[in-house]
């Protein structure tokens, strides 16, 4: 998953939140110099990471974008499904996809010193065109692809990718409605799960 999904399958928790989402900055020798909360949300980007990787629902979409995308088709279903759940945000929270991304860049502001100078880096960017919330338009998700088709090491032309989106729209928006569900409640068994086995009640 992507971004926003990870930060909405923090549950409302900080620190979880800050390891769940600079996760991928972190390699696993550096784990222990964090908080225990932060280290637990690591561990928990890694299981939804695992968890949607193996999934069926998520092979389906896949599908869809393997025959012309290849090894890049996973990246792209994850952006499509930020897609979804931006799109959609109003089904899964209360609070305002413009509130849950501000709340969002204020907490990791806050914990920036303690992460990766890459994240920091990308992290600028994030907040400037605001993409938690920009996700939502097929304009920002279009900004998205551009940038990691610019910084892939090969031609991956992923940016080509919203073409599939358009075409297999409902598809996708079914697929990831039903493949979010599953999700949601394994990263809240996981979530206990990982909380209990590192101490924390």
């Known amino acids: 998953m992507n971004f926003l999904a990870h930060a909405y399958l ?16 972190i390699k696993g020798k550096d784990l222990q110099r964090f908080a225990v909360g932060i280290q637990i949300g690591i561990l928990l980007h890694r299981e ?3 968890f949607t990787d193996s999934h069926p629902l998520v092979k389906a979409a896949q599908s869809y974008l393997r025959p012309r995308f290849r090894h890049y088709s996973s990246v792209i279903s994850d952006i499509f499904f930020d897609h ?8 899964y929270s ?29 992290f600028f960017w994030m907040k400037a065109q605001n993409w ?3 996700y939502r338009n097929p304009e920002g998700i279009q900004r998205t692809l551009n940038g990691l088709t610019k910084r892939a090491t090969f031609d991956s032309k992923m940016n080509e990718s919203t073409d599939v989106l358009r075409e297999k729209d409902g ?9 979010f569900e599953d999700l949601e409640t394994f990263a809240r068994a996981k979530l206990t799960e990982l909380t209990h086995s590192h101490g924390r009640h």
């Open 132 to 134: 938690l919330v920009n």
């Open 171 to 179: 598809e996708f928006e079914v697929i990831f409605f039903a493949f």
């Open 84 to 91: 979804y759940l931006a799109k959609n945000w109003s089904s």
């Open 10 to 25: 923090s549950f409302g928790q900080e620190e979880v939140l800050v390891g769940n989402f600079a996760a991928d900055f």
């Open 48 to 50: 939804i990471d695992t």
């Open 94 to 122: 209360e609070i305002p996809l413009e509130t849950f991304a501000d709340n969002t860049y204020l907490i990791l502001d806050k914990h920036l010193p303690e992460l990766p100078e890459k994240f920091a880096e990308m």
